[in-house]
């Protein structure tokens, strides 16, 4: 393959992979159902009344349903009890305006981080912000997450404050990274494993005000709100990971272990089409049947060599990229963790952006797992048009991209006797 035709080959594939990305994007323009913001409004709600959310009360669910229509069926509020706390002031709004804010609030934080982005990935000024903000905003996990009103936006925002920390060595953004980390950890609870990269290890002061600030905080949440910590720590969180134990993975479901039990055995699926109110039901057939020890047995093996793998990039990178390390990271607990949504996967942007001035077998990469994003925003299409076999397969595309990010972004540790220095274009 020749100079020229490769990088035809590569900007064809841009492209077409941003088309699949816009074009899905106009698909759901009208689907600001804002279906996960309500669990977060009715959880606020219950909190300002003195309510335990864990789970969340039949007939606050029915006021609500009749007096600020809200979704019929609203899901189960996951989020630490902190998170239900901090959001009490929308929940003073109707429902619907609520839902309007924090919708402009999420839109903000992602205009923010798109900035951020272009400036790791090596561009400056106005011009290059504006013309590329599209593909940030269409890109297929940030415009699932704003179309449900996730909170995925706030965890991107909080990475990327916590590289720039690292990159510059800078104390001052710790007092803009730690809240915000904090606040993401109420959110989702995986964001607290971030402190394990190497960098911040390395930085034990950082690392322990970092950790005393967040243990301080859901202290003080179980002195305010008793009884909604204790039903959340002892009882809703582990009765919740015994429920992901024992129930077929999802088909959005993004993790390695979800992947390996929908490839192991024969499943039925009941999902969207391309029409959010289109449910299909699928089965897939397939000529082998494994049973749930050995998909567990599997998956744990191909986690440990892989973070075996992570941990000798990191000794061998010597600290020369700590916010690459901090990437190299949030790939992996996207990896591992349980139950891990596609909108979650917005957390790839910050590995992709510093993939995309690391050279051009990096940017190839990167182009390829933005193809695969792209893919995995099909992922019910493929569900009912391939066959079993293949259906399996591409049900784990946006698993791909973040495998091929972390392979990049490890390997250009060992690669690179130094980290790459970061060229400003100015348009």
Known sequence: MTGRFRKAFWIF????????????????????????????????????????????SPELLAFLANTQNMPDKIPRFNSAPLWAWLLQPLSVLPFRTAAVWWLAILAVIAICCHILLVKIAGYG??????????????????????????????????????????????????????PLWIVAVAGKLFPVLWLGCPSYLKRPRTFFIALGICFAAFIGMAW????????????YIIGRAQEYGQQSPSMDDQSLSAFVGRIAKSRSFSIQGLIVHEMHTVTWKLPWEFSAQGIYRVSTAIVVLMGMWVLYSWIRSRNRSPDGELYSLILFILIFFP????????LALPAMAWLWQRGTWCRNLTIAAYALFALSRLNHVWAVFLPSILASIASGFGLFGILILLAGVTYSFLMTPREAPLHTVRI
């Open 13 to 56: 594939v841009f492209f077409a992979a941003g088309l699949i990305h816009f074009g899905t994007a106009a698909l759901r323009i009208n689907a600001f159902q804002a279906l996960d913001f309500s669990p977060y409004y009715a959880a606020a709600l219950s909190t300002r009344m003195n309510m335990s959310p864990y789970p969340l």
């Open 125 to 178: 000024g106005w011009k290059v912000v504006l013309a590329t903000l599209p593909i940030t905003i269409t890109f297929g996990p940030m415009f699932l997450s704003l179309t449900l009103g996730q909170n995925a936006a706030v965890l991107l925002l909080c990475a990327l404050l916590m590289a720039e920390a690292l990159r510059h060595h800078s104390r001052y953004l710790s007092i803009l990274w730690i």
């Open 224 to 235: 305010l709100k008793p009884v909604a910590n204790d039903a959340y720590w002892r009882h």
């Open 339 to 346: 139950h891990m949504e596609r909108y979650n996967h917005l």
